[in-house]
Nanobody, 125 residues
Framework: QVQLVESGGGSVQAGGSLRLSCAAS????????VGWFRQAPGKERDFVGN????????YYADSVKGRFTISRDNAKNTVYLQMNSLKPEDTDVYYC??????????????????WGQGTQVAVSS
């Protein structure tokens, strides 16, 4: 089992940027897809994007394409979510998660078995 810890959330004005980090411990990420999701109170957890740990393409939800970028640092066992041009509707709790499925098949929360605790992102207008 892999343990995940998110960090980097906070408050920012619309148009600003934040970078979230997802640090892994326990089993290594090597064969996993790492995904980012977000969730508002009372709503379902929505897919943001994902990346295969050992290479390959990343995938993004249409709502964040061109604004968000996922990257990884193998040496630090960490995945990042760079969020630019933030909008008030990006306000949510953001979670990272690990899946054994390939990125193109891992766009739904049930495909992920390990989750971090979440980090709050608040974007003001």
């Amino acid at each position: 089992q892999v343990q995940l810890v998110e960090s980097g959330g906070g408050s920012v004005q619309a148009g600003g940027s934040l970078r979230l980090s997802c640090a892994a411990s326990g089993r290594t990420f090597n064969s996993y897809t790492v995904g980012w999701f977000r969730q508002a109170p009372g709503k379902e957890r929505d897919f943001v994007g994902n990346i295969r740990w050992n290479g390959g393409n990343s995938y993004y939800a249409d709502s964040v394409k061109g604004r968000f970028t996922i990257s990884r640092d193998n040496a630090k066992n960490t995945v990042y979510l760079q969020m630019n041009s933030l909008k008030p509707e990006d306000t949510d709790v953001y979670y990272c998660a690990a899946s054994i499925f390939a990125p193109q098949a891992a766009t739904d929360a049930p495909n992920y078995g390990s989750w971090g605790q979440g980090t709050q992102v608040a974007v003001s207008s």
